[in-house]
Nanobody, 122 residues
Framework: VQLQASGGGLVQAGGSLRLSCRAS????????MGWFRQVSGKEREVVAA????????YYADSVKGRFTISRDNAKNTVYLQMNSLKLEDTAVYYC????????????????WGQGTLVTVSS
């Protein structure tokens, strides 16, 4: 499975961005999908995840109420809608396809997309 992320960019604090991650080369609909982010010098952390079989979702406390993860299995794409962005949301964001349902563990990820940089300015 290849994952291609897009949608990052520069945005002012309080603004919005939508990230997209398109999968190819595998059966996308069978994978739980997620978004991680990483700041230089820090560990990669999970932001949000969504199950393959139903709309059940998981969010890190830091983004609850601001970010929304969704998927379109017909388009093999997972999205991350980011609203009310804060300076601390600045990071490289990675999409991920999970092999197990322990969403916060890096070892649960079977496939990674390339990162897309989100920069939130004041």
């Amino acid at each position: 499975v290849q994952l291609q992320a897009s949608g990052g960019g520069l945005v002012q604090a309080g603004g919005s961005l939508r990230l997209s991650c398109r999968a190819s080369g595998g059966t996308f609909r069978w994978f739980d999908m997620g978004w991680f982010r990483q700041v230089s010098g820090k560990e990669r952390e999970v932001v949000a995840a969504i199950r393959w079989s139903d709309p059940d979702t998981y969010y890190a406390d830091s983004v609850k109420g601001r970010f929304t993860i969704s998927r379109d299995n017909a388009k093999n794409t997972v999205y991350l809608q980011m609203n009310s962005l804060k300076l601390e949301d600045t990071a490289v964001y990675y999409c991920a396809a999970y092999s197990t349902r322990d969403y916060s563990r890096l070892s649960s990820v079977a496939y990674w997309g390339q990162g897309t940089l989100v920069t939130v300015s004041s």
